[in-house]
């Protein structure tokens, strides 16, 4: 714990930083959306099977422009990086906010998915992973935090507001939210001349140990093995947990669960989550993250099952609580594991 407060005390604004955009990255996470789905089908009248193509089209479309937009992160600063993305990400609330026609939803979609979920998490995990060198795993401990507790409080937001406001007017004031907070944040948390904000930034601390590390290109990481090992077990987890949010209606009837009790296992996710990001933070540290990735599915391989053979309040509890915990710990790994 007081090499946590160590760290915090010497570079605060940092770790703020990458904090918030973890935070805000759940704009575009599933659970918020899954939220307002139900009023989206209903305005467009579109079957389940007809919004699941256009989120899909969405979702794919934004993991085909990530590899070029993604790159820019190498090349740019970051308060002019995260400036571009946070307007963005208000655009494409507002886009949500008065999309009237199947083009304007599936830009807004995209806007959301794209510049919320990739690309305010690439920010966070790269800039943290590349300057703090050998204490990544704590700092990335820290930062990650905002996501399970944006997690916990985003979800509460839209269902407030959508229960006052149209699903729609509940976009323009997300959007508004996030102008108003995340912008001047991104930028004030930085200065000018921090080396944290620049491609080639590193902590003093950790110049020295970072100075000799080549830096590899696109090509090098494509025609290594070790990538496509490691790909699937990285990946995986995004697949199963996207199927039970999507599905979490169904899933609820299959099991017999009441509607309130979903909303107490996003808790035990976040609570899940938030443990295992702070934890596994020193043990990367201390024995690498290539070290733990063999391990780290296994707590939610061990909810899914306890999902199939328990009844009742407590599968659901206990298999996302366990779900969190392997996404915590995937979290600060994934990030952790590419710059090793």
Known sequence: MQNYLDLIRGYPRQLLYGWFHSFFSNLGHTWLLSIFVPHIRETFELQRSEFGILF?????AGAALLPTAGRLVDRFNLRFYSMTAGLSLVAACWIMASAGSLPLL?????????FGFSILTQIDSISISRYFGKRRGMALGISSLGNPLGTAVFPIIGSFLIMRFSWQESYFLIGLLCALVFLPLSVLLL??????????????RDRSETAS??????????RSPY???VLPVLVIPAFILNGLIFHQGSLAAYKGWRPGWIASFFVMYGVGQSVASFGVGPMIDRLSAKAILPFYLFPMGLGLIVLTTMPGFPAGAICFGMIGLSMGSGRTVKSAIWAE
Not at 56 to 60: D, E, F, G, K, Y
């Open 56 to 60: 899909s089209a969405a979702i794919l």
């Open 106 to 114: 599936f830009l807004g979609i995209f806007g959301l998915r794209f």
């Open 191 to 204: 200065r000018k001349e921090d080396d944290f904000q620049h491609p080639s930034g590193t902590s003093p």
């Open 213 to 222: 590390v080549p830096q590899i290109g696109r090509r090098d990481v494509l």
């Open 227 to 229: 990538f496509y090992f």
